[in-house]
């Protein structure tokens, strides 16, 4: 997360694309740190897990939740 964090805090980015699991932190702990530092790009989440609560996480103000792998497929088309 602080290389994440390191990166976006020096880069400006279009969009952010973040695993939900990462090894020392979540995507969720990268975007409410990204908000709080007054970022606004669109932020979205990659997960693997089914049962994620996507209205949950859409309530906290992500842009969106893709689903591996099957919506990688959809990657092309929406960053196209």
């Known amino acids: 997360t602080h290389t994440a964090q390191d990166f976006l805090g020096k880069e400006k980015v279009d969009v952010v694309l973040c ?13 409410q740190w ?19 609560d996507v209205q949950k996480l859409k309530q906290t103000g992500i842009t969106g939740v ?12 929406m960053f196209d």
Do not use: C, V, W
């Not at 990204?34 to 693997?48: D, K, N, Q, W």
């Open 19 to 31: 695993d939900f699991q990462m090894p020392q932190s979540s995507g969720l702990d990268l975007y």
């Open 66 to 77: 893709l689903f591996k792998p099957q919506d990688l497929l959809l990657l092309n088309q």
């Open 34 to 52: 990204y908000r709080a530092s007054g970022h606004t790009s669109p932020f979205y989440i990659l997960t693997g897990e089914p049962m994620m």
